[in-house]
């Protein structure tokens, strides 16, 4: 599947559930791929978001490629912090203490960091994020945390045969979200996004079906 592809699906999808196509953004992840694959996959369609998982990969490519618009999505270790400046946004803050490390780091140089709190809300064990339960007095301290900005609220749902299983996750999460006022909702793979469109995704963050074919 290409790019375009996707696009048609994300808009059908919310249009299926009611939804303004265009309250929803693609963010193409481009982890383990070259600038040549993304140029030939993703650039030639328009200047997409792209989403990296690990510091070290992304920061030669960010380099090559400081005009482009840069999302942080992997986990992330708090001594790494001064390498997030670069990305518009950070999906996967999960942690109290990555907040205040980021918080603090930003401080010093000037900047508000755009984050998101990562909810593992499946509870996986081998998951990253805040679980569910402490998920609003995560998003009141972070509230406190100057001077971050906190936009809304991500999750990865488990590998699923069928996204039909992993509805319910994204559903939670929005509830989460409109319950605590926040806006941008980061969810949906390659495997589940229409799923998470149709649940209310504003970000679904896709790899794989953008590169396949
Ligand atoms: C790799 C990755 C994705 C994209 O997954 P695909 O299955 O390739 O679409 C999305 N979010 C995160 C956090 C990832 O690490």
Do not use: C
Not at 60 to 68: F, L, N, T
Not at 87 to 102: P, T
Request: aromatic fraction near 6%; charge should be positive.
């Amino acid at each position: 599947m290409a790019l375009p592809e996707v696009l048609a699906r994300i808009e059908a999808a919310a249009r299926r559930a009611g939804r303004e196509p265009a309250e929803v953004r693609l963010v193409a992840v481009t982890k383990g791929r070259s600038l040549a694959e993304i140029e030939r996959h993703v650039l030639r369609y328009g200047d997409f978001p792209l989403g990296e998982n690990r510091i070290q990969e992304a920061r030669p490519k960010i380099a090559a490629w400081p005009e482009r618009t840069w999302h942080f999505i992997g986990p992330l270790q708090r001594n790494k912090v001064r390498y997030l400046r670069p990305f518009r946004l950070v999906h996967s803050v999960d942690s109290l203490r990555l907040a205040e490390a980021l918080a603090a780091r930003a401080a010093r140089e000037g900047y508000r960091p755009r984050i998101l709190l990562e909810v593992n809300v499946a509870r996986e064990p081998q998951k990253h994020g805040f679980d569910p339960s402490g998920v609003e007095a995560a998003v009141r301290a972070v509230r406190g945390l100057e001077p971050l900005e906190l936009r809304g609220l991500m999750t990865m749902a488990p590998l699923a045969e069928d996204p039909e299983e992993v509805r319910w996750v994204f559903r939670e999460l929005a509830a989460m979200a409109r319950h605590l006022g926040l806006a941008e909702l980061s969810m949906g793979m390659s495997g589940d996004y229409e799923v998470a469109v149709e649940e209310g995704a504003t970000l679904v963050r896709v790899g794989r079906a953008l590169f396949e074919g």
